[in-house]
Nanobody, 116 residues
Framework: QVNFVESGGGLVQPGGSLTLSCVAS????????MGWFRRGPGKERELVASITTSGRARYADSVEGRFTISRDNAKNSMWLQMNGLQPEDTAVYFCNRYYNNNWDSWGRGTQVTVSS
């Protein structure tokens, strides 16, 4: 089992930006593909961005061009830079690893609220 701690959420106005951080326990972070998920009010959890061990990123259509995922394996850390935030981006954001064909280690997440 591994622990992830997400941070960086908050209240932001439409059009604003936030950067979320994810720090992992353990020392084999570099061997995991990683992802950022979100669950909005009344919505299913969705994968918004993922990044492979080699740094290849993929994005959901809803965030493509606005969000940027990155990682630093030496720091056991991953980030999600979010620009052009809109009310529909309001959600709890989680990071997770892809391990044994499963996203297997959910943290508490960090709340992002986009509102004027």
């Amino acid at each position: 089992q591994v622990n992830f701690v997400e941070s960086g959420g908050g209240l932001v106005q439409p059009g604003g930006s936030l950067t979320l951080s994810c720090v992992a326990s353990g020392n084999i972070f570099s061997t995991w593909d990683m992802g950022w998920f979100r669950r909005g009010p009344g919505k299913e959890r969705e994968l918004v961005a993922s990044i492979t061990t080699s740094g290849r990123a993929r994005y959901a259509d809803s965030v493509e061009g606005r969000f940027t995922i990155s990682r630093d394996n030496a720091k056991n850390s991953m980030w999600l830079q979010m620009n052009g935030l809109q009310p529909e981006d309001t959600a709890v954001y989680f990071c997770n690893r892809y391990y044994n064909n499963n996203w297997d280690s959910w943290g508490r997440g960090t709340q992002v609220t986009v509102s004027s």
